[in-house]
């Protein structure tokens, strides 16, 4: 079959634009009568419109790709419980809970993906700098939407989970959507991440111990030093 993201035939570009123009109507202007006329697209809703389109076709070119695959879940809510134990020997419990955009399956490896609409890769350095330093906030993200998942499997033998993460402005190749160690690290030592589940008992670790801070009457509450932090929260305005 022809390249998706080099395909001309027009009945293939047409079927792309009826998917984009779909989302338009469902998500965007919330028409779901189908007789219902659109409104025209502003300049910037059409210029949106071709973007989604071209990342549409190089991530059907990637797909095709990876095939054949399963698709295990799209959109779909997992949740854990964590229980945290705190410095006064008291404990509470959280409920950790994350949408994924995508959960596959090929050859007996579960690929949970996330799908970013900016940013790019960056090499990871240590476990624990996932969690100090904010340009590895994606892999952090990835890398507990898997701890989720495992979490939901009824059998809780042994499973390999690849963690992936696909910036659709700027992949070309499957390869692309790879996490990677980056040379100066011990933890992944400069190499794919095919397996994340080795981690997860280090980062469960990690992530008891920063959300037992946030309820320590010992740590205060500072303010961010930058609005950057704040961008899009609901009480910004406060």
């Not at 998500?27 to 949106?48: I, T, V």
């Not at 006064?88 to 993906?113: W, Y």
């Not at 898997?146 to 993460?165: Q, T």
């Amino acid at each position: 079959p022809e390249d998706p993201k080099r395909s001309t035939d027009p009945s293939y570009k047409y079927r792309l634009e009826k998917c984009v123009d779909k989302a338009f109507r469902e998500e965007y202007f919330m028409l779901n009568d189908p007789n219902e006329r659109m409104p025209e697209l502003s300049g910037d809703q059409l210029l949106n419109r071709e973007a989604a389109i071209r990342n549409m076709r190089r991530m059907l070119a990637i797909d095709k790709e990876y095939a054949p695959f399963s698709i295990v879940s799209m959109e779909k809510p997992y949740e854990k419980e964590f229980e945290i134990t705190l410095e006064d020997g008291s404990n509470v419990k959280i409920l950790l809970k994350g949408t994924f955009d995508r959960v596959d399956k090929r050859d007996g490896v579960t690929r949970v993906l996330d799908y970013k609409t900016g940013g790019s890769p960056a090499g990871l350095g240590e476990l624990l700098d996932l969690f100090e330093n904010p340009k590895f906030s994606y892999p952090l993200q990835v890398f507990l939407y898997a701890n989720l998942y495992a979490h939901s499997l009824p059998s809780k033998g042994e499973v390999s989970i690849k963690p992936a993460i696909a910036y659709p402005n700027s992949c070309d190749t499957l390869e692309d959507l790879d996490l990677h160690g980056n040379k100066k690290s011990v933890s992944f030592d400069d190499k794919v991440i095919d397996d994340v589940v080795p981690y997860f008992e280090e980062l469960e670790d990690e992530f008891k111990r920063r959300i037992g801070k946030i309820f320590s009457a010992d740590q205060p509450f500072a303010a961010n030093k930058t609005d950057e932090s704040c961008k899009y929260c609901d009480f910004k305005t406060f």
